[in-house]
């Protein structure tokens, strides 16, 4: 009896992964190092060489977030954000767009720490909800060239504020992303801000925030078309 009660719990014991999982950061940095360049995904080599992805989106499923503090929240939800993306378009692999994936952000529910949840559900409730912080939106990446471009290593709770900070900085000064037109006295920027209005207030003072080269405040903004092509390497 006391066999079978110590391999029940032994088998419980490793069946939710435990918040402090250490290896956790640096198998995702490792995926991240052999899988992307230049913030783009090699989507054919994930597909021929599944078990790496499968074994984080497995530890995202399982999870125990019981223990986690705020920022260990945030850096947990958006690195689980980026694999199951990921991971979504490595399974459908090859298309052209995340957008030929039927119900993939708004349909499809995916376990993450326990729960079922979609991808919007994932963003909204668990990251953009709850801590109010736009530069969100540029550490998490729906699989388009539109999007801001992946990071090569894991979030991480002691880093997470430098590590949003760098991302919003470098999407905010990248020429493609936002589309500075001094002849025309106006800026072009991605639909997100279109989309996301209430987390960006007004849109000039915060990009000025993190531009090198500030943008002139009687400048308009306009919205260029958002690229759903995939950000495939």
Not at 26 to 54: H, R
Request: proline share 5%; aromatic share 14%; with cysteine.
């Amino acid at each position: 009896m006391m066999k079978i009660l110590f391999a029940y719990l032994l088998q419980f014991s490793v069946s939710v992964v435990g918040f402090a999982n250490t290896t956790f950061t640096k198998d995702i940095n490792d995926f991240l190092g052999n899988y992307t360049s230049g913030g783009m995904v090699d989507y054919e080599k994930i597909k021929n060489n599944p078990q790496d992805l499968a074994e984080l989106i497995q530890v995202v499923a399982t999870t125990d977030l019981n223990s986690a503090s705020k920022d260990e929240l945030k850096a947990f939800y958006i690195n689980a954000y980026n694999l199951i993306v990921i991971k979504a378009i490595a399974s459908k692999y090859p298309v052209k767009s995340p957008m030929d994936i039927p119900g993939l952000f708004d349909k499809v529910k995916y376990q993450v720490a326990g729960e079922k949840l979609t991808l919007n559900e994932l963003e909204k409730k668990k990251l953009l909800e709850p801590y109010q912080d736009a530069r969100i939106h540029f550490a998490v990446v729906c699989a388009a060239k539109g999007c801001p471009k992946i990071a090569p290593f894991a979030y991480e709770a002691g880093k997470i504020e430098q590590q949003l900070e760098e991302r919003t900085k470098l999407a905010i000064n990248d020429p493609y992303f936002i589309r500075v037109k001094q002849g025309q006295k106006k800026v072009e920027v991605s639909q997100i801000f279109e989309w996301y209005k209430g987390d960006f207030k007004s849109i000039l003072p915060y990009l000025n925030k993190y531009r090198k080269e500030k943008i002139p405040a009687s400048y308009a903004v306009t919205y260029y078309p958002y690229d759903w092509a995939l950000n495939d390497i």
